[in-house]
């Protein structure tokens, strides 16, 4: 059964793009910065309204909106208001470009935003990419991965411009039972593994013939493919493969665990909470949040510290009425205070 989204932000209806505007000017002019206003707006308006905001914002008083946002925020706050504010594909884009920038990569970033979209998002993210920084995404990516977990990149990528993973088509059952039979044959069914044919596999079928080939498998093997993944390869790309295995098969649980190591341990991973919520607020995020307590017999709110509060309303949380206490904590705690505000 194909994979059924449930956002948590889908815009407001009767949206004035040039209210709006003036409302954020005004918060944002004279002394002081009304960040409720900010809040109020922004967490409420889709990605596609806050670009005709932004727009509006510009032709009307001749400044740039993001720009203005970051001179009166700060900190988290900061960093979460300019994601709501970029287009999700060009968001993406900056993510990937830090990831591999500077000393060392970001392997868990990479396997985060490449292993999990479909053939759509990732064609976006391929022209967005060369558009940003005049280079293509697999080259830049070539550079700064290695071995067969740079060739499943480097194939999600370029098969994914092609169109190679169309999830539109429907699935073609002889063509999987060949397929998991080539997955058995490759892993399980001989000593060592061929890595190859796991890479163009996963890489190059849609999300609906994954499907169809993993059911298959069970009925080769006795037992999931995530299963012999699992056993037969290690590092990092056994973690690629089988992030592109659980989307496939429970995008949302995928997530949630993967929002569950961003809260757990000594510290939190600021940027990794922003930018999933942020990104999948109008995509699934409500199948992740539901999925987030079936799996951990708790609520993502009771997982985050009280200085991460401010996600609850991207979350999905009820309407939080916040004391003037905390208007005196520091950006790091407004940035959270900040996603309390997301509706239902």
């Known amino acids: 059964?194909?994979?059924?989204?449930?956002p948590t932000v889908v815009g407001v209806p009767n949206f004035n793009a040039v209210e709006d505007a003036a409302a954020l000017r005004a918060a944002m002019k004279g002394f002081g910065t009304d960040e409720q206003a900010i809040i109020?707006?922004?967490?409420?308006?889709?990605?596609?309204?806050?670009?005709a905001i932004s727009q509006a914002f510009t032709r009307e008083y001749g400044r740039d909106l993001i720009e203005d946002l970051k001179s009166e925020l700060g900190g988290h706050f900061e960093d979460v208001?300019?994601?709501?504010?970029?287009?999700?594909?060009?968001?993406?884009?900056?993510e990937l470009h830090r990831c591999m920038e500077g000393m060392g990569t970001d392997e868990d970033t990479l396997v985060?935003?490449?292993?999990?979209?479909?053939?759509?998002?990732?064609?976006?993210?391929?022209?967005?990419?060369e558009r940003l920084y005049d280079r293509p995404l697999a080259e830049h990516m070539c550079s700064e991965t290695s071995g067969d977990f740079r060739r499943l990149l480097t194939l999600i990528v370029v098969s994914g411009a092609k169109g190679a993973r169309a999830d539109e088509a429907p699935?073609?059952?002889?063509?999987?039972?060949?397929?998991?039979?080539?997955?058995?044959?490759?892993?399980e069914a001989k000593w060592g593994t061929d890595e190859e044919v796991f890479n163009r596999i996963l890489a190059h079928e849609s999300f609906a013939q994954l499907r169809q080939i993993f059911e298959e498998y069970k009925n080769i093997a006795g037992r999931t493919v995530e299963q012999a993944i699992k056993a037969e390869i290690d590092g990092e790309l056994k973690d690629a493969l089988s992030a592109i295995v659980e989307c496939v098969e429970d995008a949302a649980g995928w997530f949630a665990r993967r929002l569950r190591r961003a809260v757990q341990g000594a510290g939190t991973d600021d940027r990794a909470l922003v930018r999933i919520l942020a990104t999948r607020a109008e995509v699934d995020l409500d199948n992740v949040k539901l999925e987030y307590e079936k799996l951990f017999d708790k609520t993502?709110?009771?997982?985050?510290?009280?200085?991460?509060r401010v996600w609850l309303h991207l979350y999905g949380g009820s309407k939080l009425h916040i004391k003037k206490k905390w208007a005196k904590h520091v950006k790091e705690v407004k940035f959270l205070i900040f996603f309390f505000l997301f509706p239902l």
């Open 171 to 187: 699935a073609d059952p002889e063509r999987a039972r060949e397929l998991a039979q080539e997955l058995y044959d490759a892993g």
């Open 81 to 94: 208001i300019v994601a709501l504010m970029t287009p999700p594909e060009e968001y993406l884009c900056q």
């Open 112 to 129: 985060e935003i490449l292993c999990t979209r479909t053939k759509p998002e990732i064609a976006a993210i391929v022209d967005t990419y």
């Open 300 to 308: 993502l709110q009771s997982d985050i510290s009280v200085r991460k």
């Open 1 to 6: 059964m194909a994979y059924q989204r449930a």
């Open 40 to 51: 109020d707006i922004l967490t409420t308006r889709s990605n596609m309204q806050r670009q």
